[in-house]
Nanobody, 124 residues
């Protein structure tokens, strides 16, 4: 079992920045690809960013590329999502997820463990 706890969400004005954190516990964190997904009201959960377990390769959804950065600190068992130039359409609950031995898939079905989510609200 892997337990994931997100933090860092909040209310920010358009153009602002936030950094989300996801702390993992329970298994060897470095063996897991980590992903960030988000879900806005009335919409499906969508891929935001991912980082692979071995080489730290990153992938981003087109909507956030160039604005968001995913990173991981294996010594701290934590993955981060730095979000800049935030837009009102970025408003959603953000979830982190873990996929053992994963390459950082965009498919949420690949992920075995999920956090409880953290709310990000961007005002215009």
């Amino acid at each position: 079992q892997v337990q994931l706890v997100e933090s860092g969400g909040g209310l920010v004005q358009a153009g602002g920045s936030l950094r989300l954190s996801c702390a993992a516990s329970g298994r060897t964190f470095s063996n897991y690809a980590m992903g960030w997904f988000r879900q806005a009201p009335g919409k499906e959960r969508e891929f935001v960013a991912a980082i692979s377990w071995r080489l730290g390769r990153t992938d981003y959804a087109d909507l956030v590329k160039g604005r968001f950065t995913i990173s991981r600190d294996n010594a701290k068992n934590t993955v981060y999502l730095q979000m800049t130039s935030l837009k009102p359409e970025d408003t959603a609950v953000y979830y982190c997820a873990a996929d053992q031995w994963g390459s950082g898939s965009r498919n949420r079905i690949r992920y075995d463990y999920w956090g409880q989510g953290t709310q990000v609200t961007v005002s215009s």
